[in-house]
C-alpha cells in the first residue's frame, strides 16, 4: 500500500518527512494541504487528518502519526535507513532531531513565514530581528558541529540531517545566506548531491508562484 503524507511544498517540517520517504525508497504519494487557504484550521482537517492541526502527516494504511520526527523514525522502522546502528547513535541522533525541532526549524519556518507570507502590513521588524538572533546562535551551534565532519551524526546520512536541513533550501530570504556558514553550506551540497535528493518545491505540490 501507498503511504500518505500530507504536506506542501513551503513547509520544511512537511519537506523533512517528504525527503525522508523519498531517500528511503518506499512507494509514497503526496497528499495537498491547502495551508494557505486555512485548510488546517478547520475543523474537518482537525476531527479526520490531525487534532494537532499541522502537518505533515502520514498515513500508512490504519498507521497514522504527525510531527516530521515522528514520521521519520517511523520511516526508519519501516525501510532500516537513516537511524543510528547502536543506542549511543541513536540517541545522538534523537538529540539533533528535537533539537533542531525547537532551536533551528520552528523559529526557521516562523521567520521565513514573517518574513515573506505574511501580509507587509502584520510584519513586525522587532519580531523578526528577535527571531534572526535566536536562529543566529542555531546556525552556529550546527556549523560548529559540522567542522570536521560530513554528516551531523556518524558516517552517513541520519534523520537528524534530515531534519536540520528542513528550511535551508528555500530560497525565499529570511536572513539565512549559506555562504556566512561554510560548514552548513558544504553539508547542504553534499546532501542535495545524493542520489534521489530533491528540492521542497519539486517534492512536493504547493509553491508561493501558485499565489503570485
Ligand atoms: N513540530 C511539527 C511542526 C509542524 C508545523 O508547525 N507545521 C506547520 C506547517 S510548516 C503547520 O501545519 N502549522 C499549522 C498552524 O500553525 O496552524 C513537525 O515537526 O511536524
Redesign the pocket.
Known amino acids: 500500500m501507498t503511504i500518505k503524507l500530507h504536506c506542501f511544498g ?5 519537506y ?2 517528504a525527503l525522508a520517504l523519498e531517500l528511503s525508497g518506499l512507494e509514497w504519494e503526496p497528499v495537498f ?1 491547502d ?1 494557505f487557504n486555512g485548510a ?2 478547520t475543523p474537518q482537517y482537525r476531527a479526520e487528518i490531525n487534532e494537532m ?4 502527516v502520514l498515513i500508512d494504511g490504519d498507521f497514522r502519526t ?4 515522528a ?1 521519520q523514525a517511523y520511516v526508519t522502522e519501516k525501510s532500516g535507513k537513516f537511524g543510528g546502528k547502536d543506542r549511543d547513535k541513536n540517541y545522538e541522533i534523537l538529540r539533533w532531531v528535537l533539537w533542531d ?1 525547537h532551536k533551528l ?2 523559529t526557521a ?1 516562523m521567520t521565513r513565514f514573517l518574513c515573506n507570507f505574511l501580509p507587509e502590513e502584520h510584519r513586525n521588524p522587532d519580531v523578526i530581528a528577535f527571531n534572526q538572533g535566536r536562529l543566529k546562535v542555531a546556525y552556529d551551534i550546527l556549523n560548529s558541529h559540522l567542522e570536521g565532519r560530513d554528516w551531523i551524526v556518524g558516517d552517513g546520512i541520519t534523520n537528524a540531517d534530515l531534519s536540520c536541513c528542513g528550511y535551508l533550501y528555500y530560497p525565499e530570504p529570511f536572513g539565512f545566506d549559506r555562504a556566512d556558514w561554510p560548514n552548513i553550506d558544504a553539508w547542504l551540497t553534499r546532501l542535495s548531491e545524493q542520489p534521489g535528493w530533491k528540492h521542497p518545491y519539486d517534492l512536493m505540490p504547493g509553491n508561493p508562484s501558485d499565489r503570485a
Open positions: 513551503e513547509s520544511g517540517n512537511a523533512k518527512a494541504v495551508f488546517t484550521r492541526g499541522e502537518a505533515p504527525s510531527q516530521s520526527g514520521i525541532n526549524s520552528s519556518g
